[in-house]
């Protein structure tokens, strides 16, 4: 079965701080996903990596930035974190980009 | 237009009854439909996927395509409360090499007793 896991499940972060958000693999897929989802609006795209210190700019990538140095983690990073990036984060990810995606358990982030 | 719709709901169907959940999307050249259940709380959950029109059947679970009138459904039989999710609707819209799913915002299913 595939595994993706994330550093935290809940957390709670001051606005201006720097924040890491990590997600792990096992399934050495080539392609990781970072995803928010907010009520009303489902799941938006931020970054996604097709391989090791490649990345592209998802749908809402202002704010974010990416970091993909061994294939099985993808880390989000909230540069300085602000309140409207209060949200689900969730990582996913696939063997081929267009394929089968799978989820980690996501994290719920506030920013106050 | 959104590249993927899908009806929020709630849709209420009681025990036992057959839920239809419809989902339609833009792109004509979209090539591969994937239908995800998430509940409250936890993160989506792959149901099925399908790529070729028609019917394909997995358990309870029936993925039907029509890729002339742009929507892909999904049948749930015999509704359990367990069942009681949203469900997702995901679209490969197949624009090269680097496209991506593209998410529907779901739709609530509330199976009733």
């Known amino acids: 079965d595939v595994k993706v896991t994330q550093s935290s499940r809940y957390l709670v972060k001051r606005t201006g701080e720097k924040v890491f958000l990590e997600c792990v693999q096992d399934m050495d897929h080539e392609n990781m996903f970072w995803y928010r989802q907010d009520p009303g609006l489902g799941l938006r795209l931020i970054y996604f990596?097709?391989?090791?210190?490649?990345?592209e700019k998802g749908d809402i990538p202002e704010g974010y930035s990416v970091s993909r140095e061994k294939k099985e983690r993808f880390s989000l990073i909230l540069e300085s974190a602000s309140t409207n990036q209060t949200s689900m984060y969730l990582c996913a990810s696939s063997y081929q980009i267009t394929d089968t995606q799978y989820f980690g358990p996501g994290t719920r982030l506030t920013v106050l | 237009q959104k590249e993927v719709e899908q009806n929020s709901g709630p849709l209420s169907v009681p025990e036992g009854a057959i839920a239809s959940l419809n989902c339609t999307y833009s792109?004509?050249?979209?090539?591969?439909f994937f239908w995800y259940r998430q509940y409250s709380g936890k993160s989506p959950e792959l149901i099925m996927f399908?790529?070729?029109?028609g019917d394909k059947e997995d358990g309870r679970f029936t993925a039907q395509l029509n890729k002339a009138s742009q929507y892909v459904s999904l049948l749930i039989r015999d509704s359990q409360p367990s069942d009681s999710a949203t469900y997702l609707c995901?679209?490969?819209?197949?624009?090269?090499?680097?496209?991506?799913?593209?998410f529907g915002t779901g739709t609530r299913l509330q199976v009733t007793l």
């Open positions: 995901a679209v490969n819209p197949n624009t090269g090499t680097a496209s991506k799913l593209t």
């Open positions: 399908i790529y070729s029109n």
């Open positions: 990596s097709y391989d090791v210190k490649m990345k």
């Open positions: 792109d004509r050249g979209s090539q591969s």
